[in-house]
């Protein structure tokens, strides 16, 4: 166990859900990277494809994706 969850009393996964979006965004993409959402809209065959390669075990349902872009210079 990490020292700050020492001394804050939990565990670093228990912290790691204490963070809110734009923390974790911030966390994975330090700056100066700039971050964009975007969301994808998937037709049919674009849901079969994901479908096909998440497998059996990972139901795909969503048409609608939100996922976000990080760039820097």
Do not use: K, N, W
């Amino acid at each position: 166990m990490g020292l700050a969850a020492a001394l804050l009393g939990g565990t670093p996964g228990r912290l790691a859900a204490q963070l809110t979006q734009q923390e974790a965004l911030a966390a994975a993409f330090p700056p100066p990277a700039t971050i964009a959402r975007r969301t994808a809209f998937l037709s049919d065959a674009d849901l079969e494809a994901v479908r096909a390669v998440a497998g059996p075990d990972a139901p795909v349902e969503q048409a609608v994706v939100t996922y976000y872009v990080a760039e820097r210079e």
